[in-house]
């Protein structure tokens, strides 16, 4: 038996018609599931039309994951499209740098909106789903930020650590139900919301100097973590917080 093998299997990934939510949507795919793309914007369909190359099915679903009363439609046409929800991968965020003085009260609720409250709200409607089926994964998308201050990004770092304890406490009331509840806390990764830090010359030094593996983390090294934590391998693990991130946590 093949404990890694999604085939049959139906995930909803947010964020991943780009960056790491694409590269993990992929992967998933690459493990045989099918996949629910949700996006803000109906941008690309590179990842979509890639899983379908796979000979996967792939749906995008277009929707403000900030704005709570879109949630139901990716749960419900989700459901319409693939008939279940096996796997839920909470990936949407966005990231504001602004000294803690001058956060500006838009820039902390956007970024707890998405970042905090649709994860909540989305395990909430996906986790009622899987109650009635016996079963299901759900992998939230956390950050060294779950474990660390940061600079100039207090929002961020409130909901990331807000991430982590959602996971925690799914898992405490879910894990008895067939549902497995973790999160992934990827390291510096090379993506959109970085881009700012990798042109600064001397913060991308040393954020280099610290990571053992010498180099930022890139879409595809989530994949292998998150085939494991959607699939049988990872029936006994829950509420957990794995850290993908080259050895940062360890310096």
């Given at each position: 038996?093949n404990?890694?093998d999604?085939?049959?299997?139906t995930?909803?990934?947010?964020g991943g018609?780009?960056g790491?939510?694409g590269?993990?949507a992929?992967?998933?795919?690459?493990?045989?599931?099918?996949?629910?793309?949700?996006?803000?914007?109906?941008?690309t369909?590179?990842?979509h039309?890639q899983?379908?190359?796979?000979?996967?099915?792939?749906?995008?679903?277009?929707?403000?994951?900030s704005?709570?009363?879109?949630l139901?439609?990716?749960?419900?046409?989700?459901?319409?499209?693939?008939?279940?929800i096996?796997?839920l991968v909470n990936?949407s965020?966005?990231i504001?740098r602004?000294?803690?003085?001058?956060?500006?009260?838009?820039d902390?609720?956007?970024v707890i909106?998405?970042?905090?409250?649709s994860?909540?709200?989305l395990?909430?409607?996906?986790?009622?789903e899987?109650?009635k089926q016996?079963?299901?994964?759900?992998?939230n998308?956390?950050s060294m930020l779950s474990?660390?201050?940061?600079i100039?990004?207090p929002?961020?770092?409130?909901?990331?650590?807000g991430?982590?304890g959602?996971?925690?406490?799914?898992?405490?009331?879910?894990?008895?139900?067939?549902?497995?509840?973790?999160?992934?806390?990827p390291?510096y990764?090379s993506?959109?919301?970085?881009?700012?830090?990798?042109?600064?010359?001397?913060?991308?030094?040393?954020?280099?100097?610290?990571i053992?593996?010498?180099r930022?983390?890139?879409?595809?090294?989530?994949?292998?973590?998150?085939?494991?934590?959607?699939s049988?391998?990872?029936?006994?693990?829950?509420?957990?917080?794995?850290?993908?991130?080259?050895g940062?946590?360890?310096?």
């Amino acid at each position: 038996m093949n404990l890694f093998d999604l085939t049959g299997k139906t995930a909803i990934v947010t964020g991943g018609a780009v960056g790491l939510g694409g590269g993990m949507a992929l992967g998933l795919a690459k493990a045989g599931a099918d996949v629910a793309i949700v996006t803000s914007r109906d941008k690309t369909r590179e990842v979509h039309n890639q899983i379908e190359a796979m000979g996967r099915k792939a749906h995008t679903i277009v929707a403000d994951l900030s704005d709570e009363s879109k949630l139901p439609q990716v749960i419900n046409e989700t459901l319409e499209v693939f008939g279940k929800i096996d796997i839920l991968v909470n990936n949407s965020g966005i990231i504001r740098r602004t000294p803690a003085a001058d956060h500006s009260a838009k820039d902390w609720h956007d970024v707890i909106n998405l970042n905090l409250n649709s994860v909540f709200f989305l395990c909430q409607l996906a986790g009622r789903e899987m109650i009635k089926q016996g079963s299901g994964k759900i992998i939230n998308i956390a950050s060294m930020l779950s474990y660390q201050g940061g600079i100039n990004v207090p929002g961020y770092t409130a909901a990331k650590h807000g991430v982590a304890g959602i996971t925690k406490a799914l898992a405490n009331e879910w894990a008895g139900k067939g549902i497995n509840v973790n999160a992934i806390a990827p390291g510096y990764m090379s993506t959109d919301n970085t881009a700012a830090l990798r042109a600064d010359e001397n913060r991308n030094k040393a954020i280099l100097e610290r990571i053992p593996a010498g180099r930022w983390g890139t879409t595809e090294d989530l994949q292998g973590p998150v085939i494991f934590l959607a699939s049988a391998a990872s029936d006994y693990m829950s509420g957990h917080v794995l850290d993908v991130d080259g050895g940062w946590m360890s310096r």
